[in-house]
Nanobody, 125 residues
Framework: QVHLVESGGGLVQAGGSLRLSCAASGRTFSSYAMGWFRQAPGKEREFVAAITRSGIIRYYSDSVKGRFTISRDNAKTTVFLQMNSLKPEDTALYYC??????????????????WGQGTQVTVSS
């Protein structure tokens, strides 16, 4: 079991930055790949970024590549999403998620088992 709690969302102007955090419970955090997803009103949940258990390999959606960076600190059982050069279209509720134990990260939301409650990111133009 993994309990996830996101934080760090807020209101920012276009071009600004935010850093999201996702704190995970449990002693086996390093055995879980982690991902970030987002959902805007009236839209489906979409993949943003994912990271392997070791943190060595990272994946990004085309829409955030070069602007967002996913990272993790296994000692602190936390995964981060650094978001730079934010755009109004980045406005959404951002979720962190984990697939089943020892599974590789994927871009598919349905393959993730554990989800946080989400943190709102609003980018004004």
């Amino acid at each position: 079991q993994v309990h996830l709690v996101e934080s760090g969302g807020g209101l920012v102007q276009a071009g600004g930055s935010l850093r999201l955090s996702c704190a995970a419970s449990g002693r086996t955090f390093s055995s879980y790949a982690m991902g970030w997803f987002r959902q805007a009103p009236g839209k489906e949940r979409e993949f943003v970024a994912a990271i392997t258990r070791s943190g060595i390999i990272r994946y990004y959606s085309d829409s955030v590549k070069g602007r967002f960076t996913i990272s993790r600190d296994n000692a602190k059982t936390t995964v981060f999403l650094q978001m730079n050069s934010l755009k109004p279209e980045d406005t959404a509720l951002y979720y962190c998620a984990a697939p089943a134990l020892n599974m590789a990260p994927t871009r598919n939301a349905y393959e993730y088992v554990y989800w946080g409650q989400g943190t709102q990111v609003t980018v004004s133009s």
